[in-house]
C-alpha cells in the first residue's frame, strides 16, 4: 500500500489472503504524489517482540504502564515483562494476535493486537501471573473490557514519527479482514471519551457506539464494526 500526506484524504486499502508466507499483502491500486512510501501489512513475528512491546505500551500510556510495574521496577520492567507475554502464545499481547506495520526497511512502525473476546480471561493469565511473578502485584480482578461476540483491538499504535499518514486506519482495515476471516460478528475496541480524535477515527473506518465501558479507571465508550450494517455493503 502506498500512503503518505498526499494520501491521508483518499486513502482505501484493500488486502488478498496470499499462500506465499504473508497474512495480508498489500495492493497498490492507485498513483498518489510523490512523497508516499511502501507499508506493509503482515502477520507478526517473535523476533519482533521488543518493538510491538514498545508500541504496545504507547497504546496503554506509560502511566498506566507504571500502575501495573510499580516505580520500583519502572518502564524499563515493565517493557521486559511485555516482551516476554508478546513473544509467547498464550498471551492476549503474543504475536499471534499481532498484525504489524512495516516500512520500506521493514521496521516496524504500527501494530494492531486482536483476539476473540470470548478468550480474554484465559488469554489474561499469563499477564496476571507474569505480574504477580515479577512485580508481587495482583491484578486478577481486572474488569472484563471484552466478551463473546468480538474481534477485541486490545492495543492500536502507531510510532510516533510515521503518525498522521493513514498507518491506523490501514491497520484498522486489515484487523477487519482478520475478524472476517475468523467469522466474528464485529470488531470491538475502547476509547477514551476524553480522546475525540481516536474517535473520530474509528467512526472514519465505521466504528459505530454501543454502550460505556470502564478501563484503567477511565471513562469509556465501546465501539464496534459490526459486519452486516450498511457500511459493509
Known amino acids: ?3 503518505g500526506k498526499a494520501a491521508r484524504l483518499w486513502l482505501d486499502l484493500y488486502f488478498w489472503q496470499s499462500s506465499l508466507g504473508k497474512l495480508y499483502q498489500p495492493i497498490i491500486f492507485k498513483h498518489i504524489a510523490d512523497d508516499c512510501f511502501m507499508l506493509i501489512i503482515e502477520q507478526a513475528q517473535p523476533s519482533q517482540a521488543a518493538d510491538i512491546a514498545r508500541l504496545i505500551m504507547e497504546a496503554m500510556n506509560h502511566d498506566c504502564c507504571l500502575y501495573f510495574a510499580g516505580e520500583t521496577h519502572g518502564l524499563m520492567g515493565f517493557h521486559q515483562l511485555m516482551t516476554h507475554l508478546v513473544g509467547r502464545t498464550d498471551s492476549q499481547y503474543s504475536y499471534l494476535n499481532t498484525l504489524v ?6 521496521k516496524v512502525i504500527g501494530i494492531c493486537t486482536s483476539y476473540d473476546g470470548a478468550e480474554l480471561r484465559r488469554l489474561r493469565t499469563a499477564f496476571v501471573q507474569s505480574c504477580l511473578e515479577q512485580f508481587g502485584r495482583d491484578f486478577s480482578d481486572m474488569d472484563d473490557e471484552t466478551a463473546a461476540g468480538e474481534l477485541y483491538v486490545d492495543s492500536l499504535a502507531v510510532d510516533a514519527h510515521h503518525r498522521g499518514q493513514g498507518i491506523a486506519k490501514a491497520l484498522l482495515k486489515a484487523t477487519i479482514l482478520r475478524a472476517s476471516r475468523l467469522s466474528l460478528p464485529a470488531v470491538g475496541l475502547l476509547v477514551d471519551k476524553g480522546n475525540p480524535k481516536a474517535e473520530k477515527l474509528y467512526h472514519d473506518v465505521g466504528f459505530r457506539y ?3 465501558n470502564q478501563w484503567g479507571g477511565h471513562a ?5 464494526y459490526v459486519f452486516g450494517d450498511e457500511h459493509d455493503a
Open 1 to 3: 500500500v502506498l500512503v
Open 101 to 106: 506495520a512495516l516500512d520500506a526497511a521493514g
Open 210 to 212: 454501543v454502550g460505556d
Open 220 to 224: 469509556m465508550k465501546h465501539l464496534q
